[in-house]
């Protein structure tokens, strides 16, 4: 292999890593979502949409920094998960209806409805945030003067990165260490087992609807320095977020972080040596490849004996 | 009572009279465009730029001293709506000019029609190749075709860049294939290697796994067809990745809008477009029209615009020469144009297998200091460009 094939390699890996990393937070909310509700929320793009506005809006009217802007939009999110759980998705669960499934077209509906609300009001032009720092890289030459090839590694990719990691770790601890994230664990595994070791399991619903918003909220506000935003984003995040909850095993918070960053990874690989048109089919790939041989997702592979179901 | 009525009577036949009078001293056209839709943004910007045309033509004392009057039909960038309010003004209304419409495929509906019933068409901004292709003898078309969009760019390339390999981004859409091909097309005429085609998705987030490969092959000039927000994050990430190029040059489109400087900011910097007209070039009237534009509307038009504008001249010149006012006087008139317009200079001719075509240089747009400026061919450059441009690494 030679020195420039190498390069090219490294890059390659280097930004699907950071993709992978961010790809990760988004699928972490709809799969702790999935886990607990057992529905599939199609409105998690749109949610992700919401706060890119929110930081849209306070960067070009307050100032404030997109990442900043995480401690504003992730909470907004959070009540609007809130909100949306309890008016529109928990009425609805109630209800037998003739399509066991109408929860999934509810959020259907609520995407679009976001959608076009956004519409109304940005208009449907393309929006940014042009940060200082946005073509900011570090590069391997600049430290590493004999480096034979060279590497480079964007500043807001990695801060983006960074930030999904610290968020990630703070959802770790908090599932595994709080009271309240056991009982949502709790709930996630065993729903009438938690009820009968009195946790409050309507509460726990409500919760977790609005932590998953919140996180790809969080996610929304990574993204916004890097790409850009319209009113019609969330189709593609929802997807993503999808390919990743099924490729994780649905309801895995662990899964959803090895899935994310195997996507990130493997679209770039798609990218470099198949052609960029092809990165699409990749994702589908993975997708239909995960569905027939690991139909558990990557943590079945691990976990030997599944308890509870 | 009697006499109240013979009075009235009266007043209706004079009136009847007068508005028959002045409507001798009148010349009404009314032109289809897309005011709804998704094209409407460009169907607004021409029909304020007619407007302005006509406005200015009637303070100079009209066409041959009658006002011309314009009125608007919104065909919503939807073939069969274009095609009907064509066949009802030149059947009912007997207007003997048909002029407007934006997409291509709008474009070619009325020219079937304008065709089929003798009336002359003159297309002002779709851009398809063969609507001009079809031996039509009654539609004319002042803008540049597809085909010869990147023109000045290859010119500039061969002139000034002297490259020899090119590496070719396109979007997977009918706009990014077809500009990919016909560039691959001038390379291979203009003796450059293309060492690199490679489509992407619209709207993809990271461009730089496909980016570190266009570095690995080092191509003298990286050719990019985009939309504008592909195109800043393009040339973001080409700066991330410190990809050194003789030149970053863009097929139209994303990169000749200000949109892109404002939003890849200092990547943009150096970064050269096709482009059919800039109001910064060396032609008469485009200034003064770009900035009366700015002042009523807020801002700087495109091509549309002053394409649109421009027509009504054409229109004007045709209709002051024209034997008679009838569909083949005006035609014989088109023909015979030969003016300069704030477009550029317009004159329709039947070469290379078009007919009725204007042949227009098309111009090369560099961002330098932030702004786009004209930079190619020298006679109507606004800015000397700037080559060899440097290094990412000495930009900072």
Known sequence: MTSVQLEVLLQTLISGLLLGGLYALIGIGMTLIMGVMKIINLAHGELMMVA???????FSSFHIDPYLSILIAAPVLFILGILIQKYLINPVLKVEAIIPENQV???????????????????SDYKTTPVEYATKAWYLSDYWKAS??????????????CVALIITAALWFFLTKTDMGKSIRATAQDKDAALLMGVNVER???????????LVG????????????????????????????????LGSTIGAIVGGLILGVFESLT?????????????FMIFVAALIFVPGGIMSLFKRRRLGK | MKRLSLISLLVFVLSLFTSSLFAADTFDLVIPLPLTGKQAKFGEMMKKSYEMAAEEINAKGGVKKSKLVLSFEDSGAKPETARAIVEKLIDTKKQPLIVGEYTSACAKAVAAVAEERKTPYLVVASADDDITQKNYKYVFRQNAVNAHYA?????????????KTIAILYESSAFGTSGADAMEKDAQKTG???????????????FKPLLSKVKAAQPDVIYMVSYVMDASLLMKQIKELRIDAKLFAGGAAGFAIPEFIDNAKDAAENVVTASLWCFKMKQPGAKEYAEKYKKLYGDYPSYHGVSAYSALYVVKDALERAKSWTPDGIRDALKATNISTAFGPIKFENKEGYQNQNFMETIVLQVIKGEHECVYPDSIASKKYVFPIPTWRERR
């Open chain 1, 148 to 161: 034979p090839i060279e590497l480079s590694l964007s500043m807001p990719w990695s801060v983006s990165f």
């Open chain 1, 218 to 249: 969080s996610a929304g506000c990574l993204f916004i320095p890097i790409y850009y935003l319209y009113p019609d984003l969330g189709g593609q995040f929802t997807l993503i977020a999808f390919v990743i909850t099924i490729l994780g095993g």
């Open chain 1, 271 to 283: 990218s470099t040596y198949a052609g960029m048109g092809w990165a699409p089919v990749g994702r």
């Open chain 1, 52 to 58: 890119m506005y929110i930081a849209y809006v306070l």
């Open chain 2, 192 to 206: 450059v290697k293309v060492i690199l085609k490679e489509k992407y998705e619209a709207g993809s987030v990271d």
């Open chain 1, 105 to 123: 077209i509810l959020t259907v509906g609520i995407g679009m409805v976001l959608a076009n609300i956004a519409t109304i009001i940005f208009s």
């Open chain 1, 204 to 214: 726990m619903r409500v919760v977790t609807f609005g932590l998953g918003s919140a």
């Open chain 2, 151 to 163: 023109d000045g760019l290859v010119e500039f390339m061969k002139n000034v860049v002297k490259p």
